[in-house]
């Protein structure tokens, strides 16, 4: 007779040795590789943008979802990858490490160490995509967040949440802007993310050698994707670097990212599409392309009080072709951001650095967020550097002008010069405000043309060691008093009578 009780222990015994895992793997083979791109057949259950394990170790990211077949691209190993390998569905989304341990460090889009410095060990990790904060989680643009530069800081103000732009043909200073920024951020509370798409590897050396030598790594995480890398990685390295900076900022912390730039990560999106046999667009783009930075754009807010107050304050970089910002990208990336920095050629070979034309510059955020001083004294500049630039272009006409306008001729000039700033010297609140109100005032006539620099590097030089109470007394936050900027005045004048003498007084004869 058989023991049925036995037969049951037995069958409980064998489910009880049974492994835990019930996760079912779908499985499908490769039907089609090249370029980097694969076809799979017989995968279901596969999810857009899902990470896909290929045999061998290497990894792939689902993008087409066709009737019959899987199109994926490759992140590594397209040189070893072949007709027939098995590949295998995880159902999980590409993530990216996040923690404290990634500042300092220099990695790839997946998180892994590029610095030599070890593996990073986080425990911790996000999906690369992620939805971007709810209309009624985010809180109002107030708070400034200083770049130190002072064409910048005075005229095209960029808030904490804000997403700026900034556009320029190649070799204007786009990228020095951005390092510029993070250099300012020290001691600021301001956690920085630098990310390289498609840089040369030279480049980004040189790149971070500066923030390191400046002691921005300590608060800097470098995500990079080099010009040699898979395009794939290079297509995911900016949500990558989102993804790290959701994770400071969804703990309540200020985070300023940098995308350099959005137009190597278009021509990489384009480059997988077309090789996916996705129909193309205006300039062979996708029509999704919109899409691609809008989604990782609006990644950027600023968060209410009541879910933290965070931010990430986000610098995209868009390079030019001639000066056209009416093509295809740039004008797709104007339109999502919150204002743009034009950096100009013309201005650029002609001295004028950071090369900033205020004509085409907006800021549609930042003038709430500016601090009460800076604005006070910087309301007509756009006007008066304006009136000069129509002035200078009518000059060319050989014309006799009466003095009035070559008082406004010497002061545009005298202005244009002050608004000049070399790389990596930055200026802090109290400086710009002292550097404004001595430039528009009558004071500056008496200053040669030429010794504008000069006379600027030499006052603030001798405000900060003789005169540091009266820096002291300058409240950014509040307005300037009658009182204040007349002692600023004097102090200005005690130095022009020590240095310029007998100059001052005949600067434009």
Same mark, same amino acid.
């Given at each position: 007779?058989?023991?049925?009780?036995?037969?049951?222990?037995?069958?409980?015994?064998? =489910?009880?040795?049974? /492994?835990?895992?019930?996760?079912?793997?779908?499985?499908?083979? &490769?039907?089609?590789?090249?370029?980097?791109?694969?076809?799979?057949?017989?995968?279901?259950?596969?999810?857009?943008?899902?990470?896909?394990?290929?045999?061998?170790? #290497?990894?792939?990211?689902?993008? *087409?979802?066709?009737?019959?077949?899987?199109?994926?691209?490759?992140?590594?190993?397209?040189?070893?990858?072949? %007709?027939?390998?098995?590949?295998?569905?995880?159902?999980?989304?590409?993530?990216?490490?996040?923690?404290?341990?990634?500042?300092?460090? &220099?990695?790839?889009?997946?998180?892994?160490?590029?610095?030599?410095?070890?593996?990073?060990?986080?425990?911790?990790?996000? @999906?690369?995509? %992620?939805?971007?904060?709810?209309?009624?989680?985010?809180?109002?643009?107030?708070?400034?967040?200083?770049?130190? =530069?002072?064409? &910048?800081?005075?005229? $095209?103000? +960029?808030?904490?949440?804000?997403?700026?732009? $900034?556009?320029?043909?190649?070799?204007?200073?786009?990228?020095?802007?951005?390092?510029?920024?993070?250099?300012?951020?020290?001691?600021?509370?301001?956690?920085?993310?630098?990310? /390289?798409?498609?840089?040369?590897?030279?480049?980004?050396?040189?790149?971070?050698?500066?923030?390191?030598?400046?002691?921005?790594?300590?608060?800097?995480?470098?995500?990079?994707?080099?010009?040699?890398?898979?395009?794939?990685?290079?297509?995911?390295?900016? #949500?990558?670097?989102?993804?790290?900076?959701?994770? %400071?900022?969804?703990?309540?912390?200020?985070?300023? =990212?940098?995308?350099?730039?959005?137009?190597?990560?278009?021509?990489?999106?384009?480059?997988?599409?077309?090789?996916?046999?996705?129909?193309?667009?205006?300039?062979?783009? @996708?029509?999704?392309?919109?899409?691609?930075?809008?989604?990782?754009?609006?990644?950027?807010?600023?968060? /209410?009080?009541?879910?933290?107050?965070?931010? +990430?304050?986000?610098?995209?970089?868009?390079?030019?072709?001639?000066? !056209?910002?009416?093509?295809?990208? @740039?004008?797709?990336?104007?339109?999502?951001?919150?204002?743009?920095?034009?950096?100009? /050629?013309?201005?650029? *070979?002609?001295?004028?650095? @950071?090369?900033?034309?205020?004509?085409?510059?907006?800021?549609?955020?930042?003038?709430?967020?500016?601090?009460?001083? +800076?604005?006070?004294?910087?309301?007509?500049?756009?006007?008066?550097?304006?009136?000069?630039?129509?002035?200078?272009? %009518?000059?060319?006409?050989?014309?006799?002008?009466?003095?009035?306008?070559?008082?406004?001729?010497?002061?545009?000039?005298?202005?244009?010069?002050?608004?000049?700033?070399?790389?990596?010297?930055?200026?802090?609140?109290?400086?710009?405000?002292?550097?404004?109100?001595?430039?528009?005032?009558?004071?500056? !006539?008496?200053?040669?043309?030429?010794?504008?620099?000069?006379?600027?590097?030499?006052?603030?030089?001798?405000?900060?060691?003789?005169?540091?109470?009266?820096?002291?007394?300058?409240?950014?936050?509040?307005?300037?008093?009658?009182?204040?900027?007349?002692?600023?005045?004097?102090?200005?004048?005690?130095?022009?009578?020590?240095?310029?003498?007998?100059?001052?007084?005949?600067?434009?004869?």
């Amino acid at each position: 007779m058989l023991d049925l009780n036995d037969i049951g222990r037995g069958l409980k015994e064998k =489910i009880s040795r049974v /492994s835990g895992d019930n996760s079912q793997r779908s499985t499908g083979r &490769i039907v089609y590789s090249g370029d980097g791109i694969i076809k799979i057949a017989g995968l279901s259950d596969v999810q857009y943008n899902e990470l896909l394990d290929v045999r061998g170790g #290497y990894h792939a990211l689902a993008l *087409n979802l066709e009737h019959d077949s899987v199109g994926a691209v490759l992140f590594s190993g397209e040189d070893r990858v072949r %007709f027939g390998d098995y590949v295998y569905s995880t159902g999980k989304a590409v993530e990216m490490k996040v923690g404290e341990e990634m500042l300092g460090r &220099i990695v790839d889009p997946l998180g892994e160490a590029l610095d030599g410095l070890g593996e990073i060990v986080t425990g911790k990790s996000r @999906p690369v995509e %992620f939805p971007a904060p709810a209309i009624m989680d985010r809180g109002k643009v107030d708070k400034p967040l200083q770049t130190g =530069i002072l064409a &910048i800081d005075s005229m $095209i103000p +960029i808030g904490r949440g804000q997403r700026e732009l $900034i556009i320029g043909d190649r070799q204007t200073g786009k990228t020095a802007i951005a390092v510029d920024t993070i250099l300012n951020q020290k001691g600021e509370n301001v956690i920085c993310i630098y990310v /390289s798409i498609g840089q040369k590897a030279s480049s980004l050396a040189k790149t971070v050698n500066t923030l390191r030598s400046g002691g921005a790594m300590d608060y800097t995480c470098v995500v990079c994707s080099t010009a040699d890398d898979a395009v794939p990685l290079q297509y995911i390295a900016p #949500y990558s670097g989102c993804a790290l900076a959701e994770y %400071f900022m969804y703990q309540g912390k200020d985070v300023l =990212i940098v995308y350099d730039d959005l137009s190597k990560h278009a021509v990489a999106y384009r480059a997988m599409s077309l090789l996916l046999k996705r129909p193309a667009g205006r300039e062979a783009y @996708p029509g999704d392309v919109f899409y691609l930075h809008s989604r990782l754009l609006e990644r950027a807010a600023k968060l /209410s009080e009541e879910k933290g107050g965070g931010s +990430i304050t986000a610098l995209p970089i868009v390079e030019t072709l001639a000066g !056209d910002i009416s093509a295809y990208i @740039p004008t797709n990336v104007i339109s999502i951001t919150d204002g743009q920095i034009y950096l100009e /050629s013309e201005l650029f *070979n002609s001295g004028v650095r @950071p090369a900033v034309n205020v004509g085409l510059s907006v800021s549609r955020v930042g003038g709430s967020a500016q601090r009460k001083a +800076i604005r006070q004294i910087s309301g007509q500049l756009r006007i008066n550097l304006a009136q000069y630039r129509e002035l200078a272009i %009518f000059m060319q006409f050989g014309s006799d002008l009466d003095s009035q306008t070559q008082k406004t001729l010497s002061r545009g000039a005298k202005l244009t010069d002050t608004l000049k700033q070399r790389q990596y010297l930055n200026y802090s609140v109290k400086e710009m405000i002292v550097l404004l109100v001595v430039s528009q005032s009558d004071l500056i !006539d008496g200053v040669p043309a030429k010794k504008v620099t000069e006379f600027n590097d030499g006052l603030l030089d001798y405000l900060r060691i003789n005169r540091s109470d009266l820096l002291g007394r300058i409240d950014p936050d509040a307005a300037l008093t009658d009182e204040l900027k007349a002692d600023i005045l004097a102090a200005a004048g005690e130095y022009m009578n020590m240095t310029l003498g007998d100059e001052g007084g005949s600067a434009d004869v």
